[in-house]
T-cell receptor, first 116, second 115 residues
């Protein structure tokens, strides 16, 4: 298995809803990432997990809550989002993330989120 | 703060032509540079990764070069095909202001190959 999968592909939610995005990889990668991409803009890093521990939080609002239950899974829990949070949410993984290790990142297909 | 720019923002060329996409970055202290393609509404597909110690990488009809000292990379596509139509993004991996490592993406070049 050489891919990153994301579910759901599309999600529409109200501002009071609670939902979760899921990302999975079975490549043995120990670093996983969440990115947010607005229309016609480049992806922006949100969170990085290294060996199932949160290592980077790019000042993301607390209405986004990441979780890494095991080395293959990465979740993004959503609560009380705003319409401006509508975007494509991309998950990525790489072999590992240690000092001096600079490996290729592989991306999933993304979840298109619309907040009403 | 690292800034990555891609010129042109959009490019249309007839099928069969060779073409070059450009990427420039402001801080040359990078670990690597990665080229991606993105189809509309889809995720990113990794094309080539160049480590900071390397000058170029090749994969099929694609060749990417890196001149770290001048802050530039190019992606050369030979014998272009309609299936090459997509947005091409470059991304540099470097130390962030907070001491972590992160990928910073360029603004992208939207490529259209005309049959």
């Amino acid at each position: 298995d050489t891919e990153v999968t994301q579910t759901p592909k599309h999600l529409v939610m109200g501002m009071t809803n609670k939902k979760s995005l899921k990302c999975e990889q079975h490549m043995g990668h120990r670093a996983m990432y969440w990115y947010k991409q607005k229309a016609k803009k480049p992806p922006e890093l949100m969170f990085v997990y290294s060996y199932e521990k949160l290592s980077i939080n790019e000042s993301v609002p607390s209405r986004f809550s990441p979780e890494c239950p095991n080395s293959s899974l990465l979740n993004l829990h959503l609560h009380a989002l705003q319409p401006e949070d509508s975007a494509l949410y991309l998950c990525a993984s790489s072999i590992r993330r240690l000092a001096g290790d600079h490996n290729e990142q592989f991306f999933g297909p993304g979840t298109r989120l619309t907040v009403l | 703060k690292q800034e990555v720019t891609q010129i042109p923002a959009a490019l249309s060329v007839p099928e069969g032509e060779n073409l070059v996409l450009n990427c420039s970055f402001t801080d040359s202290a990078i670990y690597n540079l990665q080229w991606f393609r993105q189809d509309p509404g889809k995720g990113l597909t990794s094309l080539l990764l160049i480590q900071s110690s390397q000058r170029e990488q090749t994969s099929g009809r694609l060749n990417a070069s890196l001149d770290k000292s001048s802050g530039r990379s190019t992606l050369y596509i030979a014998a272009s095909q309609p299936g090459d139509s997509a947005t091409y993004l470059c991304a540099v991996k470097a130390q962030s202001n907070f001491g972590n490592e992160k990928l910073t993406f360029g603004t992208g070049t939207r490529l259209t190959i005309i049959p």
